[in-house]
T-cell receptor, first 111, second 117 residues
Framework: TQLLEQSPQFLSIQEGENLTVYCNSS?????LQWYRQEPGEGPVLLVT?????EVKKLKRLTFQFGDARKDSSLHITAAQPGDTGLYLC???????????FGDGTTLTVKP | GAVVSQHPSWVICKSGTSVKIECRSL??????MFWYRQFPKQSLMLMAT?????????EQGVEKDKFLINHASLTLSTLTVTSAHPEDSSFYIC?????????????FGPGTRLTVL
């Protein structure tokens, strides 16, 4: 079984603080996606990273793919209550095409 | 683009009945669709991978005779929960992978909340 370890599992912070979520694996991925999910809804794709060392920015969110394509991070600057949700990383295995999902990070941003 | 719909959004049924959930890619063709199950505050658990025109591939521990999957076209996959029991109550989510494009992203439907009484 190829695992994708996501941390932290839960995070509760005040509005305005910064945070980083990590996804780590011993496997190499052909690509990795980050999703955000709100209760009772399906996950929404935030970004896809493909190239080792790649950095992508989406407003206050910065995504990084490790050089070896085994790990990734999501950094949120000046978090807002609207950022509250479940964040999921998903790695697509080279040649397999199937995604492995991390366990998720439940983020709560308090006003 | 890349919108996936799911129907119904919620369903309540009696124990022993069957329930069909539809997953449609509205503005793209999906070579592959996936069915997941999710428990509260947990990540997604892959149940099966559905390829158009071929049999679904089920994950270990998922009963293929209980969770029937049909991928009739490049835009439609259905999951039928047969002889549903209370332990089948869960949030079922489908996703679709585009036939074209890079990155192998999956685009998710809004989910179906199944409650079996």
């Amino acid at each position: 079984t190829q695992l994708l370890e996501q941390s932290p599992q839960f995070l509760s912070i005040q509005e305005g603080e910064n945070l980083t979520v990590y996804c780590n694996s011993s496997s190499v991925f052909s690509s990795l996606q980050w999703y955000r999910q709100e209760p009772g809804e399906g996950p929404v794709l935030l970004v896809t990273v493909v190239t080792g060392g790649e950095v992508k920015k989406l407003k206050r969110l910065t995504f990084q793919f490790g050089d070896a394509r085994k790990d990734s991070s999501l950094h949120i600057t000046a978090a807002q209550p609207g950022d509250t949700g479940l964040y999921l990383c998903a790695g697509v295995h080279t040649n397999a095409g199937k995604s492995t999902f991390g366990d998720g990070t439940t983020l709560t941003v308090k006003p | 683009g890349a919108v996936v719909s799911q129907h119904p959004s919620w369903v309540i049924c009696k124990s022993g009945t069957s329930v069909k959930i539809e997953c449609r890619s509205l503005d793209f063709q999906a070579t592959t669709m996936f069915w997941y199950r999710q428990f509260p505050k947990q990540s997604l658990m892959l149940m099966a991978t559905s390829n158009e025109g071929s049999k679904a591939t089920y994950e270990q521990g998922v009963e293929k005779d209980k969770f029937l999957i049909n991928h009739a076209s490049l835009t439609l996959s259905t999951l039928t929960v047969t002889s549903a029991h209370p332990e089948d109550s869960s949030f079922y989510i489908c996703s679709a992978r585009r036939a074209s494009g890079s990155g192998n992203e999956q685009f998710f439907g809004p989910g179906t909340r199944l409650t079996v009484l």
